[in-house]
């Protein structure tokens, strides 16, 4: 089976249909993270069929499951190789991206994919807890995303203060996300949050993942996010 005929087997196993110009991006896209992988760390996934199911498939679930209107801001915070963030812009290249990571040597490889695709999207280096509380990034998206990147309430503090009000951050988690949830109340509530849905789902290779949107109903403090040091001394 070819690459193209795989991924468009998996992604209709979740709901989202791919056209001919998003599956030949998606190739070159996986092409590249393998290549690129061999001299960075950008994943232990390289196997064709896991980076579809695992990377590719895990990132498009939210457009099966979250409508994001024509032409909206997205933010996907500590981005990585770019999961959930550039598969979304793939497979939708009317949102407006911005790809926001602390690493330097990853964001080449992302500005570099983005040149072979063909696509644009605002590349951050930064620390999410420093642009969130600068004006041109702080309350200015619709959407925020992130994906394993902290626990939930750690999480809601570097992304929520992305959030426009009336905007919402979804957060990409394992199965211990009901855990994460009953520990994260308070910090969605003083964040100006309030949790929308918890959605548990399984990839086709039967790993358990959960889908968490919390909608932006207030402005977030100006006193958060705080410093990274008391973030993770005394999460919220």
């Not at 620390?127 to 619709?142: L, M």
């Not at 402005?219 to 705080?226: E, F, I, L, V």
Request: include cysteine.
């Amino acid at each position: 089976m070819s690459f193209a005929e795989n991924l468009r087997e998996q992604t209709a196993l979740i709901g989202v249909e791919l056209d001919d110009t998003a599956v030949g991006r998606f190739e070159i896209y996986y092409r590249m993270l393998v290549d690129y992988n061999t001299r960075m760390n950008l994943t232990a996934i390289t196997e064709e069929q896991e980076v579809i199911v695992k990377h590719f498939c895990d990132s498009l679930y939210i457009l099966s499951k979250f409508r994001i209107k024509e032409g909206a801001s997205v933010i996907d915070v500590g981005t990585g190789a770019g999961f959930p963030g550039l598969p979304l812009l793939i497979a939708r290249p009317d949102i407006k991206l911005t790809l926001l990571d602390g690493l330097g040597k990853r964001l080449q490889f992302l500005s570099d994919v983005l040149g072979e695709l063909g696509l644009s999207a605002e590349i951050v280096h930064s620390r999410a807890e420093e642009s969130a509380v600068d004006t041109d990034y702080r309350q200015k998206f619709d959407i925020a995303t992130s994906r394993a990147v902290a626990r939930l309430n750690v999480l809601c503090e570097y992304c929520l203060p992305y959030v426009k009000k009336g905007g919402a951050f979804i957060a990409m988690k394992g199965p211990a996300a009901t855990e994460e949830l009953s520990e994260s109340k308070k910090a969605i509530s003083i964040l100006g949050g309030k949790l929308k849905e918890s959605r548990e789902y399984t990839l086709s290779d039967e790993s358990s993942r959960t889908l968490v949107v919390v909608d932006k109903v207030a402005t977030t403090p100006d006193r958060y996010p705080r410093h990274n040091s008391q973030i993770k001394k005394k999460p919220l």
